[in-house]
């Protein structure tokens, strides 16, 4: 029996929360970075469940697809998933919520018409993002007064979403990106995250990428 294995590009991109949680759980993981010639053969064998990247083989050989069902199947395994249900449905509307500042990035950076471009990115970068950013930083705050983690005392699942977002914004680095500066509590909430041994140490080793 072999151990896990976790299919993506060269490239940090909807894999990451994969990796940053197998390193936070501290779980050893295969990390396969496929070509697109690569991935078009793979994909061809049918392995990949809903044939798209990433998608990760367990030791008993099943495949599961989609980032955040990933990230979650690990988390639980690993006692990085909260126990309370109430609790679970907050961490999961952290996590949709990152997903929506993801598809506002993904709408500009991919939109052909310059100036469309430039009226999308402003809005974004001028309303959504610190809008969305105030939000998260009075969650954080209604536990601990935002000394802990998002769920409390705790790493879970939804403070791997959020850093991870925020790490796209230090190139991949573990330095606080400068957007964060108006925000001092996810400041110290990112540096907890990265000081986290097992993520402290993939963020250290994982291989340099673009995104």
């Known amino acids: 029996m072999s151990g896990y294995k ?3 590009f060269n ?3 909807r894999a990451e929360i994969g990796r940053l949680s197998f390193a936070a759980a501290n779980i050893e993981f295969e990390d396969v970075r496929l070509t697109s010639e690569e991935w078009a053969k793979e994909k061809a064998s049918g392995r990949a469940p809903l044939g798209q990247m990433p998608f990760i083989v367990t030791p008993e050989g099943k495949a599961l697809a989609q980032s955040a069902a990933i990230m979650k199947y690990i988390c639980r395994k690993a006692g990085l998933s909260p126990t309370d ?3 679970q449905a907050i961490a999961d509307m952290i996590s949709d919520g990152v997903d929506d500042l993801r598809n506002g990035l993904t709408r500009f950076f991919f939109e052909k018409d310059e100036a469309k471009k430039e009226e999308l990115k402003k809005e974004f970068f001028e309303n959504t993002f610190p809008a ?5 930083e009075t ?3 209604s536990r601990n007064e935002g000394k802990g983690f998002f769920l409390g005392d705790k790493l879970t699942y939804a403070d791997i979403t959020v850093f991870d977002l ?3 914004f230090s190139g991949g680095e573990p330095t606080v990106p400068e957007l ?3 925000y001092p509590l996810l400041v110290e909430h990112y540096k907890r995250v990265v000081s986290v041994p097992g993520i402290k140490a993939w963020v250290e080793k994982r291989p340099k990428s673009e995104h």
């Open 6 to 8: 976790l299919y993506y």
């Open 11 to 13: 490239v940090r991109g």
């Open 85 to 87: 249900s109430f609790d």
């Open 132 to 136: 969305r950013l105030q939000k998260f």
């Open 139 to 141: 969650i954080l705050k």
């Open 166 to 168: 925020f790490n796209v």
């Open 180 to 182: 964060l500066e108006k």
